[in-house]
């Protein structure tokens, strides 16, 4: 199994609203990945989780909620979110710990849209 | 900063046209070198890499050379065809170290059959 599965594909939502995003991956990854893109623009880095510990959070506003319940899993929780922050959201997982190999292994992607 | 510049898009050829997709850097260190690929609707995935200086890297038919002289990174395929119509990201990554993936910008490309 070398896929990275994000849930769901599509989402709506309003900003007072509290909704989550899942990932998922089963090739021993230990390095978790949150990454944030807009419509013609690379990838940003939001949150990186390595050996089920976040050790980055690139000044993400509070509004957004990362956890990692083991180290297959990585959430996204949202709450109370703008229309900007509309966008497609990406998980990804790398081999080891953070950046270990540079070689990261992304899922599809979550499209959210905030109303 | 270290930084990863790529040319402009979107570019267009026809099929079986020769690509180049320019990318240069800035680096304070002796990065690794990627070229991810992202297909309409999906999420990126790992293209070619190269960790040192004069490694090439290949993978579907696209090669790119890390030139330290130049600081650059191009991506070159010699037929291009339809399926390859996609944005491609240049990379910049110092592994084992505590920092970010820096990407180019992107250059989208078409390719007309």
């Known amino acids: 199994d070398t896929e990275v599965t994000q849930t769901p594909k599509h989402l709506v939502m309003g900003m007072t609203n509290k909704k989550s995003l899942k990932c998922e991956q089963h090739?021993?990854?230990?390095?978790m990945y949150w990454y944030k893109q807009k419509a013609k623009k690379p990838p940003e880095l939001m949150f990186v989780y390595s050996y089920e510990k976040l050790s980055i959070n690139e000044s993400v506003p509070s509004r957004f909620s990362p956890e990692c319940p083991n180290s297959s899993l990585l959430n996204l929780h949202l709450h109370a979110l703008q229309p900007e922050d509309s966008a497609l959201y990406l998980c990804?997982?790398?081999?080891?710990?953070?950046?270990?190999?540079?070689?990261?292994?992304f899922g599809e992607g979550s499209r959210l849209t905030v109303l | 900063g270290d930084s990863v510049t790529q040319m402009e898009g979107p570019v267009t050829l026809s099929e079986e046209a020769f690509l180049t997709i320019n990318c240069t850097y800035t680096?304070?260190?002796?990065?690794?070198l990627f070229w991810y690929v992202q297909y309409p609707g999906e999420g990126l995935q790992l293209l070619l890499k190269?960790?040192?200086?004069?490694d090439k890297g290949s993978n579907k038919g696209f090669e790119a050379t890390y030139r330290k002289e130049t600081t650059s990174f191009h991506l070159e395929k010699g037929s291009v065809q339809v399926s390859d119509s996609a944005v491609y990201f240049c990379a910049l990554i110092y592994m084992n170290r505590d920092d970010k993936i820096i990407f180019g910008k992107g250059t989208r490309l078409h390719i007309l059959p």
């Open positions: 990804a997982s790398s081999p080891g710990g953070y950046l270990n190999t540079g070689e990261l292994f």
């Open positions: 680096a304070t260190g002796y990065p690794s």
């Open positions: 090739m021993g990854h230990r390095a």
């Open positions: 190269a960790t040192k200086a004069d």
